[in-house]
């Protein structure tokens, strides 16, 4: 057999993403407040741009409201000081009326720190609540933006946000009962309470050094607190709901020629670079219309899908997959996850971030259908508000409630779900003495 050297042709196809398509997709994954950057900087570049004031919103057949209803747009343009932002949270909390007065009490007796120092029996006599309702409301203060507010002490400040961060585990748990103890002896006086050794105690050390000390002060009175300016809003119409891009957060580009108008014809090294500035001007719109475009697509099948969200809230979330819905609409997933990335959704209900209405399917029993993760949540949280203070519900109990409801869960996803949810142990839950509601 002999072997030689020797020329073939072939044929072959192959995908090549340009710089233009691949700015297109980084685009499509920005924030607004991203975008409003990135296209500023391209305009300053490019004498044929202009950059013009975004659109008021139009008015549609309803308004976008939150709990207290308040216009959506008016909401988040608003600069919010520290009681304001933790009152308009309280609103959006399904709570009863009794607990969200108790609450509304608590952020008024916060410090600038946000810290509540306040003694609960003095809180409760002043403003003639029960002890429980008082808890309650201090409980749910807690529960608010940032971690941390509404905290008693500096131990208890440090659990609030380590809980949020799923990173209070049973020896950082110790150390911060003991925390008084590093002040005066050191890591060995703190390891030795906790009884840990001190190589653990100095490991937990950094992650406490993540922790804000003081969680008011990031949103005191006297300074603007940044919000979230929505991507979509959503209102009630007579036959369901109408979806569009709040107008606000789409840069306004116009192309003008007036300046190529004046280079001299016989300027060809002036009339390339005007070429070049022209292409990039064309680019820029179409790229900024279809942005728009897909977002509106995606939100519109977000809406259309979760219809029972925005009739009764959380617990009428259904699964959805971000391959599900690009299936439905004929894009790639990851096309689906830029839409999602960064982008949020206003309606009468709050703003919600568009990946809030993403969760993976729980099958169930009944039906043969299934529900959706945040859903399950949401019932856990259901069933825990309405047990027994004296009797809280164990993570075995909600597990065999679940279970008779139809949901198909096991128990250490039940304990996941609720230590994901800053909920803490029943044996931490429990409070002697008090009466409430018998569960399940």
Not at 25 to 45: C, F, P, Q, T, W
Request: net charge positive.
């Amino acid at each position: 057999m002999t072997v030689s050297p020797g020329l073939e042709l072939r044929q072959t196809q192959s995908l090549a993403m340009t710089p233009r398509l691949q700015q297109s997709l980084r685009m499509l994954r920005m924030s607004n407040l991203e975008l409003a950057g990135h296209v500023a900087a391209i305009v300053e570049g490019n004498p044929l741009l202009e950059l013009r004031a975004a659109r008021p919103p139009r008015s549609g057949p309803g308004p976008v409201s939150g709990g207290d209803g308040a216009h959506a747009i008016d909401l988040v343009a608003t600069p919010f000081s520290m009681r304001d932002r933790l009152r308009r949270q309280v609103r959006l909390t399904r709570t009863s009326p009794e607990v969200a007065a108790a609450a509304l009490h608590v952020i008024e007796e916060l410090e600038d720190d946000g810290y509540f120092r306040t003694p609960l029996v003095e809180f409760a006599s002043r403003y003639r609540l029960a002890p429980e309702t008082a808890e309650a409301g201090l409980a749910l203060v807690q529960g608010l933006e940032p971690a941390g507010i509404g905290a008693r002490d500096i131990a208890e400040c440090f659990r609030l946000q380590l809980a949020e961060r799923d990173e209070l585990d049973a020896e950082m748990a110790a150390m911060l009962d003991h925390l008084d103890r590093l002040a005066q002896g050191g890591i060995a006086a703190l390891a030795s309470a906790a009884g840990l050794h001190p190589d653990v105690v100095a490991a937990r050390l950094e992650r406490l050094r993540r922790c804000v000390p003081k969680p008011g002060a990031a949103i005191a009175d006297d300074e603007p607190v940044a919000v979230v300016v929505p991507d979509v809003l959503v209102r009630r119409s007579g036959t369901g709901w109408d979806v569009e891009v709040n107008p606000e957060t789409l840069p306004r580009v116009l192309m003008n020629s007036m300046y190529a108008a004046h280079i001299p014809a016989r300027d060809t090294a002036a009339k390339r670079y005007i070429a070049e500035c022209r292409l990039e001007a064309t680019w820029l719109v179409r790229s900024l219309a279809q942005r728009a475009r897909t977002i509106l697509a995606v939100a519109s099948a977000i809406v259309s899908h979760q219809e029972l969200f925005f009739a009764m809230g959380e617990p009428g979330l259904k699964p959805l997959t971000r391959r599900d819905l690009a299936g439905k609409l004929g894009l790639h997933e990851s096309t689906v996850g830029r839409v999602a990335a960064g982008k949020h959704l206003a309606c009468e209900r709050g703003i919600f971030a568009l990946g809030t209405f993403f969760s993976q399917p729980l099958p169930t029993r009944r039906g043969g259908g299934a529900v959706s993760a945040a859903a399950v949540q949401a019932r856990i949280r259901a069933l825990i508000g309405a047990e027994d203070p004296a009797r809280p519900l164990s993570d075995d109990r909600l597990f065999r409630a679940l279970n008779r409801e139809g949901i198909v869960i096991a128990r250490r996803t039940v304990t996941k779900y609720r230590e994901g949810m800053a909920i803490p142990s029943s044996v931490a839950r429990r409070r002697p003495g008090a009466t409430g509601s018998r569960a399940p």
